[in-house]
Structures are given as structure tokens and as C-alpha cells.
């Protein structure tokens, strides 16, 4: 996990990375980066609190990923293990509220095979349905990558599609700042 401040909202922003999960009842941000993997975005507005997974897969429904595995790489788990942390800082079921982000099919060569996104997005709905916590939001699908900002005092999520060419377009704009900083005059 790592935590930059961002300028632009004046906060830290806990950024999570595929296979985990953060829950916080600070007045900061939680982010991530999104292909085929799926974020639930939970938040209760009573106690402020609010959490975010990044799983990649849906997993099985075994007693092992559900008992054992304490990982957000497995929708199970994810979804499981953030419901749990919500309640231990203080959430109730009752209060929460559910944003579903991801599924997108960003591999051009696996899109007429791959279910991968499908079936995660399909895991977050039934599992959040199974637990009575409505969805509010929900940007799934597509053939484009996500970058989403949940600011945890509010639940409100920011989110910005990424195409292939914004993403190219970006890792040329680092690599001319890094070339141009490292030519410094002798």
C-alpha cells in the first residue's frame, strides 16, 4: 500500500494494489487502479467509515478461500474480509451503502473468451444482494481501465476511464520528465 498526499484535494490518499483492501474512518481518500479486477466501495454515512477492495479474481465459494484466506485477491475473500474490518472500526450493515467499479475487458485478444470481468462483477452484485447492502453506484464493463479516488468521509468516488492511448500517453509524459531531469548541465 502507498500513501501520497495528494495537493489536489489536500489529503493523503491510501492508494491499494490488486489483492488488497484498505477501510478507514479519517478524513482522507482511498484509490486505486482497475482493468478486469473490481472494487466494492462500501460506506456508512452514519459513522463516516468507509473501505475499498481490489480483487482479481472471483474465487470458489469453498470453505478454505472463505475460512483460511485472509488476501483481497479473491472476490470471496475481498468482499468478506472488507464487511468484517467496516464492522470492526465501527460500521453497521444497516447503514452501509455499496459503489461497484471495474470488470473491463482491456485485453483485446482475450474478448471473446475471457470471463474473467464478467464473472467479477457478477460475484460483487450477488455477494452485496446476499448481504442486503444496496448498490448506489455501478461503472462496470467496457473495454477501458479505471482510476477511482473514494474520499472516506463522504463515500463520494471520483473516477476517470483510461484508455489505451491516455495510458501510453502518460508513461511517455514520466519518461520525458525523467529524461529531462536527468540531463543536467556540467
Known amino acids: 500500500m502507498h500513501i501520497p498526499h495528494s495537493s489536489r484535494f489536500g489529503k493523503k490518499i491510501q492508494i ?17 487502479m482497475l482493468g478486469s479486477c473490481v472494487s466494492v466501495c462500501l460506506h456508512d454515512p452514519v459513522k463516516k467509515i468507509s473501505g475499498m477492495n481490489h480483487f482479481m479474481l472471483p474465487g470458489r465459494i469453498v470453505q478454505a478461500d472463505i475460512l483460511s484466506d485472509r488476501s483481497a485477491r479473491y472476490g470471496v475473500t475481498a468482499i468478506n474480509e472488507l464487511l468484517l474490518r467496516m464492522e470492526k472500526c465501527g460500521a453497521e450493515r444497516k447503514h452501509m451503502t455499496a459503489k461497484v467499479f471495474g470488470g473491463g475487458n482491456v485485453i483485446p485478444a482475450m474478448r471473446d473468451t475471457n470471463t474473467i470481468p464478467f464473472d467479477n462483477v457478477r460475484l460483487a452484485r450477488l455477494m452485496l444482494e446476499i448481504e442486503d447492502i444496496p448498490i448506489d453506484e455501478m461503472v462496470v464493463g467496457g473495454t477501458y481501465a479505471r482510476k477511482i479516488i473514494m474520499e472516506v468521509v463522504t463515500g463520494t468516488v471520483f473516477m476517470k476511464s483510461i484508455t489505451k492511448s491516455d495510458v501510453l500517453e502518460q508513461i511517455k509524459e514520466k519518461e520525458y520528465r525523467y529524461v529531462k531531469g536527468s540531463l543536467v548541465a556540467v
Do not use: A, F, N
Open 16 to 32: 491499494i494494489q490488486p489483492g488488497e483492501l484498505h477501510v478507514s474512518q479519517d478524513d482522507d481518500m482511498i484509490g486505486t
